[in-house]
């Protein structure tokens, strides 16, 4: 499976980006999805998760309440939309595949897009 993330850029806070993770190969739907990020100077953190037909979510305390993560398994694109965003947002984002289990940890993804990065200034 290979993942291109896209979508970052630079919002002011409060504003609203949408990421997209479109995915190759013909078994992603075979695949939880997740979202991380990694802000300077730290380690990589989760941000949110989505199982393989889309019907449970979990997500980081930091986001819960304004991000939304989803999936199109017919496009084998997964999105997470970020709204009321802060400058501790502020990170480059990536997207993530997990065989088979829905996982909030970092180790357990078998496959990583490349990141995109998200800037919110104050």
């Known amino acids: 499976v290979q993942l291109q993330a896209s979508g970052g850029g630079l919002v002011q806070a409060g504003g609203s980006l949408r990421l997209s993770c479109a995915a190759s190969?013909?078994?992603?739907?075979?695949?939880?999805m997740g979202w991380f990020r990694q802000a300077p100077g730290k380690e990589r953190e989760f941000v949110a998760t989505?199982?393989?037909?889309?019907?449970?979510?979990y997500y980081a305390d930091s986001v819960k309440g304004r991000f939304t993560v989803s999936r199109d398994n017919a496009k084998n694109t997964v999105y997470l939309q970020m709204n009321s965003l802060k400058p501790e947002d502020t990170a480059v984002y990536y997207c993530?595949?997990?065989?088979?289990?829905?996982?909030?940890?970092?180790?357990?993804?078998?496959?990583w897009g490349q990141g995109t990065q998200v800037t919110v200034s104050s």
């Open positions: 989505i199982n393989w037909s889309g019907s449970t979510t």
């Open positions: 190969g013909r078994t992603f739907s075979s695949y939880a």
């Open positions: 993530a595949a997990a065989y088979s289990i829905l996982t909030m940890t970092r180790r357990q993804y078998d496959y």
